[in-house]
């Protein structure tokens, strides 16, 4: 219990203040006729709007902990909405739950670039109607799983900013062209990783050099993967690390404010 103090004080650190009004809003959609349901969080507090960045949460979908994220991520600077990758029927409650669930979404690329563009276009009807952001400034971050999703928004051609990915899956099996992917992307990543290795990185960066994207790769020396989720507890394969996390966010704080 310590551990997960100490952790979330080091993200809100990293997120800045957060607020004592946060509002979260479940938001309904569909995706070819399979509803989904996503949450939109922000600071009811502050009245300026703000950019929109639309949040793919790890292997675990919408939960109690990637909303705990969201809203320290949000603070006082972002809008956010968490989206929901596997459907309004499906909450895993544990890895054996997830896995499946991933694996499904994994295999299908067609799908996931469905999901994860409608999830954002709920967003931003929903977050327009409410009038609390700048639509002129979007992103999207990705942690996990959830990177790979973001990172498969860039590859379909979205044409949002920026995209941010933390420890995430970095290979696809519909690489980019050039002149496809329109956001700036930073790869905040543990180099010592053990689901996504070096390898996996280097495929990436052909894909990437090949599509002429704009993009930036980050491997943190001695981080291996999971690094910015407090529950993560296994030695040399998933953990947290609450230095990696602190500075993954101040760099994701800094790169979207240079992306706007």
Known sequence: ????????????????????????????????????????????????????????????GVSAQSLTQAKLVAGKRYVIFVADMYGADIRPKNPQEAGPAAGAVRNNVSATRARINKALDAFLAEANKKGVIDATKTAAIGFCFGGGNVLELARGGRDIDAVV???????????????????????????????????????????????????NIVAFGGAVHSFTSPGANQPGRNMYNAKVAKLSYDMMRDFLAQSF
């Open 1 to 60: 219990m310590r551990g997960l103090v100490l952790a979330v004080a080091a993200l809100a650190l990293a997120s800045g203040p957060v607020a004592a009004k946060m509002v979260e809003q479940k938001v309904a959609y569909e995706v070819d006729g399979k509803k989904f349901e996503g949450v939109l969080i922000y600071d009811d507090g502050v009245k300026a709007k703000r950019p929109a960045v639309l949040m793919a949460p790890d292997w675990m």
């Open 165 to 215: 990915t933390f420890h995430g899956e970095l290979t696809t099996s519909a690489v980019s062209t050039p002149g496809t992917i329109k956001p700036r992307i930073l790869v905040l990543h543990g180099a010592d990783d053990p689901f996504v290795q070096k390898e996996a990185r280097d495929k990436f960066e052909a894909e990437m050099k090949a599509a002429k994207a704009d993009y």
